[in-house]
């Protein structure tokens, strides 16, 4: 079983930067694929980034590519969202889940087993 905790919300300014962190304990997250979406108020869950246990493949939703990069240090068991140029609408509470079946990462809900409590982030304008 593994227990992921995001942190690095918070508020900020349209078109400023944040961190985000998910740090993974109770087993070694290096051979899944990881993933962070987020829920914005009375809406679905919806994808933003994922990343293959390597790094070496990203993929992103449409509307953050360019601003949002997903990471990962696999030696410090933690994953990480860089999210710049925000928008009032990337206003969410941005969650990290691990996909223990599926090494290369998906966009999907359904793929991901376990899931972080979330943090929020909200873009003033």
């Known amino acids: 079983q593994v227990q992921l905790a995001e942190s690095g919300g918070g508020l900020v300014q349209a078109g400023g930067s944040l961190r985000l962190s998910c740090a993974a304990s109770g087993r070694t997250i290096s051979s899944d694929g990881m993933g962070w979406f987020r829920q914005g108020p009375g809406q679905e869950r919806e994808f933003v980034a994922a990343i293959s246990w390597s790094g070496g493949t990203q993929y992103y939703a449409d509307s953050v590519k360019d601003r949002f990069f997903i990471s990962r240090d696999n030696a410090k068991n933690t994953v990480y969202l860089q999210m710049t140029s925000l928008k009032p609408e990337d206003t969410a509470v941005y969650y990290c889940?691990?996909?223990?079946?599926?090494?290369?990462?998906?966009?999907?809900?359904?793929?991901?087993?376990?899931w972080g409590q979330g943090t929020q982030v909200t873009v003033s304008s």
């Open positions: 889940a691990a996909d223990l079946r599926h090494g290369l990462g998906s966009r999907l809900v359904r793929e991901y087993d376990y």
